[in-house]
Nanobody
Framework: QVQLVESGGGLVQPGRSLRLSCAAS????????MSWYRQAPGKERELVAA???????NYADSVKGRFTISRDNAKNTVYLQMNSLKPEDTAVYYC????????WGQGTQVTVSS
């Protein structure tokens, strides 16, 4: 049974940091590209960051220089370190396994507000 379980979301003030985690099980994590998406109220879901099985990364322009995606294959976990958070980063953040297997997590809420 495939599972992607996100954690680490919450309420944070602008300028602060959060780290999201996504624990994967039920598939060969080390061979899968992984990603984080987000969906703000009234907006479409968008790609935030992705990491290949080899560790190459790419980011949405809106988060470059502030967010860092990483993975720990020994723990079957992908992370999203979010620094200098802005109110516009408020969204539900989803972990997604990209390739070769595609799976979605259930999402975790991140709210950036003073």
């Amino acid at each position: 049974q495939v599972q992607l379980v996100e954690s680490g979301g919450g309420l944070v003030q602008p300028g602060r940091s959060l780290r999201l985690s996504c624990a994967a099980s039920g598939f060969t994590f080390s061979r899968n590209a992984m990603s984080w998406y987000r969906q703000a109220p009234g907006k479409e879901r968008e790609l935030v960051a992705a990491i290949t099985s080899a560790g190459s990364t790419n980011y949405a322009d809106s988060v470059k220089g502030r967010f860092t995606i990483s993975r720990d294959n020994a723990k079957n976990t992908v992370y999203l370190q979010m620094n200098s958070l802005k109110p516009e980063d408020t969204a539900v953040y989803y972990c997604k396994a990209l390739s070769p297997n595609v799976y979605w997590g259930q999402g975790t809420q991140v709210t950036v507000s003073s």
